[in-house]
């Protein structure tokens, strides 16, 4: 009698279960960072000299101060405090996030981000100027498997009838492509309106390529990863009520051998 294979044959059920996984679209991500990869190229813009110092007490609870000393004269110092909760979704990621920075005058900026459930995160921020609010804002974000969509509510006022209404959608096209919308409603005593776009997102395997188009103007946004020292990108931003254009390009080389890292700026305005 010959041997029986120890190898069990697929079930129809099975295979069609693993080939409906392996075409299963991913998750976009969220409509805001589109543009975040080119974003993060180019250097952050100040003039004078920027010291930051950063002190972790503790797994959860980090402490940061920042001083500023401008060529304007108008120096300038931030304390702010981070903490990050025991609650892990993933490999970096816990919650809740709690992070806020105060400067010499009082003023406030804060901000907190929690994991309700796997789909869905909150975030509450709220900014003062000395002892008056200035701005706050609540958003609940919903992640399903090939898309996201975002609910922002700013400045509510019931009383007076005011605030902005913000909603956000991305989906999954292709495992390369997303496409989705943005719909900004705003209204305050004797105004209201809104205003609409459209965004395409096209990754690629070392490069991002992304545009958006609306009532407001264009977005236009190219990033490449020529190698791991090297990345670059290129912007593209017109505004229908400024009535201007402007390019920028940018490029960050890393050195890890020697700990070192450069970004570089251009910018053409007209």
């Not at 960072?33 to 993060?40: A, D, G, L, V």
Request: charged share 15%; proline share 4%.
């Amino acid at each position: 009698m010959p041997p029986v294979s120890a190898v069990i044959p697929q079930t129809g059920e099975t295979s069609a279960q693993q080939q409906e996984s392996e075409n299963a679209l991913p998750n976009p991500g969220a409509f805001d960072e589109c543009h975040r990869k080119c974003k993060e190229v180019f250097p952050l813009q100040m003039e004078g000299v920027k010291l930051v110092v950063n002190k972790g007490l503790s797994n959860h609870f980090q402490v940061i101060h920042t001083v500023l000393l401008s060529t304007t004269g108008d120096s300038l110092y931030r304390f702010g405090a981070t903490y990050v909760g025991s609650k892990q979704t993933g490999p970096a990621e816990s919650f809740p996030v709690m992070v806020g920075d105060m400067d010499n005058s009082g003023s406030l900026n804060a901000q907190i981000i929690h994991q309700i459930t796997n789909r869905i995160r909150s975030k509450v921020a709220f900014q003062t100027q000395q002892n008056k609010f200035v701005n706050w804002q609540g958003d609940a974000e919903f992640r399903g498997e090939d898309f996201t969509a975002t609910v922002t509510l700013g400045n509510p006022d019931v009383l007076v009838g005011s605030g902005i209404v913000v909603a956000h959608y991305l989906q999954s096209i292709t495992p390369a492509l997303a496409l989705g919308g943005e719909l900004v409603y705003h209204r305050r005593p004797g105004e209201e309106g809104s205003v609409m776009s459209l965004v395409g997102r096209y990754t690629g395997n070392n490069y991002i390529a992304t545009l958006t188009l609306g009532s407001a103007g264009a977005h236009a946004s190219y990033y490449h990863k020529a190698n791991d020292q090297l990345q670059v990108g290129v912007e593209f931003e017109a505004s229908a009520r400024m009535q201007d254009t402007s390019m920028s390009f940018g490029y960050q080389l890393d050195v890890p051998k020697a700990n070192l890292q450069f970004k570089g700026k251009d910018v053409h305005v007209w």
